[in-house]
């Protein structure tokens, strides 16, 4: 069954495996699919993009586009190139993807550990968001629906209830400290997200997509890539206001900070 979501443009980070290139998959076969989607990778020609190159080859409102969100002249080179594309128009939803697991615990992680996983799992999709807000700012000014949403401007996080500190004792048998306490600080940039851009009217919310069988779940995890993203596409179909500046998981429900 086709799935509804309703933006005319989307960018989305890490599109070239796991979660992002599932999500590529599945807005092309929604019920109303965008008319832009701008798959961003860091290596797009590499081997790990071959699959992407392949759905671009055979879709052309698939643009891929080289985007390393701990690079910001990559960011800002992407940003240029998607608002060429774009002709006047603005951004309807930013998806923040790309991520990194690291999984250490307090007695063995070092410095460079937690350095890394800021770098890119917060200063990436902050970056990233910087970089795209005029065009999400367009989006939103043009628009003459009512209230927030992904059909008229919205940035979207890719999370995880790792971040969530009061969940942390339900699940703190996989320790991964750098992951949690970068996942914790996206959580928190989304929530400033929301309230600095509550009157540009910018939807801003935190996804976790579950924990998925990908090269960074593993194939232990409970959930398959497909079940996740068709959850995701779900929920970001149904955001409005009252999501604004929290976290949501892959059904829709919302998971404490």
Known sequence: MALGFGPRSVVL???????????????????????????????????????????????????????DATNPVTIKEAATCIEGHLKGAGLNVLINNAGIFTDKELETLDPEDMLNAYKTNVVGPLLVSQAFLPLLKKAAKESAQDGLSCRKAAIINISSVLGSIESVPLNYSKPAVPYRCSKAALNMLTKCLSLSLKEDRVLCTAVHPGWVKTDMGTQEADLSVDESVRGIIGVLSKLGDTHNGVLVNWKGNNVPW
Do not use: M, Y
Request: charged share 25%; with cysteine.
């Open 13 to 67: 980070t890490g599109a070239n495996r796991g979660i992002g290139l599932e999500l590529v998959r599945q807005l092309l076969g929604a019920a109303e699919p965008p008319q832009w989607i701008f798959a961003c990778s860091r290596e797009p020609d590499g081997e790990r993009g071959k699959e992407l190159r392949k759905l671009a080859s055979s879709h052309p409102n698939v643009i891929i586009v080289k985007l």
